[in-house]
Structures are given as C-alpha cells and as structure tokens.
C-alpha cells in the first residue's frame, strides 16, 4: 500500500508530480469538494463542523451548475463530504451520476449509518466510512453495499479520541482485512489534539493485539504550520459549502478560536463566485491561518508556477 494514493494533509504532495496542475500557468482545480448538505443525524463530540448552521444545503440546481463550472475548468474528481451527513442529501445519487456523466469521478465520505441510500455509481472510485471510538460502524450495511458497489475501492477513517477503543479499532481491521479494503486510516481528534494519544502510541496498542495492520495508515495531526499568504491549493481542490466557497476542508479550525465551523473569516465568496475565482486565479490569502496541513502543496505549487528556462534539462 502507498500510503500517498490515500491521503494529502500533512504529505509531501507526490501526486502533483504525477498530475501536472497547470494549464498555461493557470492551476487548474483538478479535485473540487463538495458539501451538498449541513444536515446530519449523528452528534458526535469530535466533529469538526459540529457548529455549523445545519439547516443549510445545496439545491439540486446549485450543485448541477457547480459540476457544469468545474467541467469546464477541468475538474476530474470530486469528493462528496461533510458538513453532515452526505447520503441525507436527497439528489445525492442523481448529482453523483451527473458528475459521471462530465466526466468526472466521485469519492464519498459518509458515516455509514445510511449507507443503503447509496445506489450503483460507476463514477464511484471509492468510499470512505466514518467512525470513532465511541460509535460502531453498521458492519452489516456496509456488506450490503460492497455489493452494490463492488468495483469501489473501499474504506475506514476512524478518529482516534483521548480514550481509544482498541477493540473498535480492532474490529475495524478485521472487517478490513476480511472485505479487502484498500485502508484503515487512523486519524487524531483535530478538535482535541492536546490530550489525544500520539500515533506511535495507538501503533502499539494495535500491535498488542496480535492483529494483522499492514492496512492501516497512522495519521497523527499533532504538527501544523502556519498559513501561507499564497494558498494555492485553494485553486487546486476549493470546497463548495452550503455557505459559500471555501480554500480547504480544514477551514473550520484553521484559525484558533474559531473552530467547529467554517468562518466568514474564511470564505472566498459566495457559490456564484466560483467562475470568478477560479478563472482570475483569486488564490486565498492563507496568512490568517494558525494551523495548515497543506504547506507542502503550496509550496510546491508555487514552485511550479515559477518560470524556469532549459527545462528539459532536469
């Protein structure tokens, strides 16, 4: 397993040199992320957008036009997210289809609790389901939806709290293990980092339980830097918000003090400002960020926006 195919924050941004991310010096927002919907049925003490507005969605209509922008723009993949709940959007499958149809591909992140909402996406290329230590994922829908979707590349991302549940965890590997899931990702509480175990920490728990982890990836969030005045990975993958466009999914605890939600402070405009920005390349200003786990990305995005001579000599 190449842990890089799998996860962005806090990597070094290896796909970037697999995907050229510019089209005539402009960067081109390969991968967007969309939240159709602020509405959940869960209130899980971890959650990161737990003080969002969750009377807020998307219409079918702003989410149609939003897919037909980034087509145009040259989107190739798009992450349907949360927010809340993302299978409590009703047209999530219709949007989800229609994406297919520009061409585009789709990734979920879904808790699990509804996953017999999902329908047959050939655009699916992979899901990813939720969990915690205090809640058990619904093992048994999700079975039923392997097979509905058997050529998607499944798998877990559980946040790992101060109180770990090693038989939780457990349970989640085994699962994997059985079902042939590309991953188990275990994730530090981002809301409560101080008093959460270090991931060298949760290794040796898992270790001690005799069980076999070569699926799992240890995604300790401990270490940050500060935002960056050019955040151009705001170009590269903006989310699309029920509120508004936004530079990245960590917008909700990016500045401190203002966690659990995504701020005004934050926001790059409206949902019809998405043409605007992307075609005059208005890259968030990142400087008002305390903690960034993109700086990788930005860096070296701004390296490749950098005019150099005698390329071919590399």
């Avoid at 992140?109 to 994922?137: A, F």
């Avoid at 966690?259 to 200003?285: S, T, Y």
Wanted: with cysteine.
């Amino acid at each position: 397993m190449n842990k890089s195919s799998f996860t962005s924050a806090s990597q070094y941004p290896i796909k970037l040199l697999h995907k050229n991310p510019l089209r005539e010096g402009r960067i081109v927002p390969i991968h967007a992320q969309v939240i159709p919907t602020n509405v959940c049925n869960l209130n899980c003490s971890f959650c990161s957008y737990s003080d969002r507005d969750k009377s807020k969605s998307l219409s079918l209509e702003q989410v149609r036009w939003a897919i037909d922008t980034l087509s145009q723009r040259g989107t190739e993949s798009i992450t349907w997210t949360g927010g809340g709940e993302t299978l409590l959007y009703p047209h999530l499958n219709e949007v989800m289809r229609y994406a297919t149809k520009k061409g585009i591909k789709s990734g979920l992140v879904t808790n699990g609790t509804v996953i017999d909402r999902l329908e047959h996406q050939e655009g699916l290329v992979w899901c990813r389901v939720s969990s915690s230590d205090d809640r058990i994922p619904n093992f048994s829908g999700i079975e039923q939806a392997l097979q509905v979707n058997p050529q998607t590349d499944w798998a877990f991302s559980h946040v790992v709290t101060r109180n770990p549940s090693y038989q939780t965890i457990t349970d989640l590997i085994e699962f994997a293990n059985e079902h042939d899931f590309s991953h188990v990702r275990l994730v530090s509480d981002l809301c409560d980092l101080d008093n959460v175990p270090s991931m060298g920490e949760i290794r040796c728990g898992v270790k001690n339980k005799g069980i076999d982890d070569r699926l799992v990836i240890y995604q300790g969030r401990k270490d940050s830097t500060k935002g960056t005045k050019d955040c151009y990975i705001s170009l590269l993958k903006p989310v699309i918000d029920p509120t508004g466009i936004f530079p990245c999914c960590g917008t909700n605890y990016a500045i401190k003090g203002m966690e659990r939600r995504p701020v005004e402070q934050m926001k790059m405009g409206e949902i019809e400002d998405l043409p605007r920005i992307l075609d005059n390349q208005k890259q968030f200003d990142g400087s008002v960020c305390d903690v960034c786990y993109y700086s990788g990305y930005n860096e070296l995005l701004a390296k490749l926006k950098e005019d150099v001579e005698h390329k071919e000599f590399v």
